[in-house]
């Protein structure tokens, strides 16, 4: 089992920047894919960026692209979310997950979730 711990989140202005951490419990953080999700308040929770267990691979939903940037230190069994050039859209609850399989879009296709981490973006 893994336990997933957001931090970073808080209030920036727009063009903003913030970095979100992702800190995982366990000695087997590099056999997960993890991936970014966000919920806005009335809306459903949606893809923002996932990566493959080497970090080889990264996905990004085309909102996100060019704006934010996915990392992972598997020694450090910690996944981060730069967010740069921040919008107001961009507000939301960020939540981290691992996944067992593939790195994906889908959110289904993760087991484990934090509990999540506000972001507001001021306009």
């Known amino acids: 089992q893994v336990q997933l711990v957001e931090s970073g989140g808080g209030l920036v202005q727009a063009g903003g920047s913030l970095r979100l951490s992702c800190a995982a419990s366990?000695?087997?953080?590099?056999?997960?894919?993890m991936g970014w999700f966000r919920q806005a308040p009335g809306k459903e929770r949606e893809f923002v960026v996932a990566i493959s267990r080497s970090g080889a691979n990264t996905y990004y939903a085309d909102s996100v692209k060019g704006r934010f940037t996915i990392s992972r230190d598997n020694a450090k069994n910690t996944v981060y979310l730069q967010m740069n050039s921040l919008k107001p859209e961009d507000t939301a609850v960020y939540y981290c997950?691992?996944?067992?399989?593939?790195?994906?879009?889908?959110?289904?296709?993760?087991?484990?979730w934090g509990r999540g981490t506000q972001v507001t973006v001021s306009s």
């Open positions: 997950a691992a996944g067992h399989r593939i790195a994906t879009m889908t959110l289904g296709e993760y087991d484990y």
């Open positions: 366990g000695r087997t953080f590099s056999s997960y894919a």
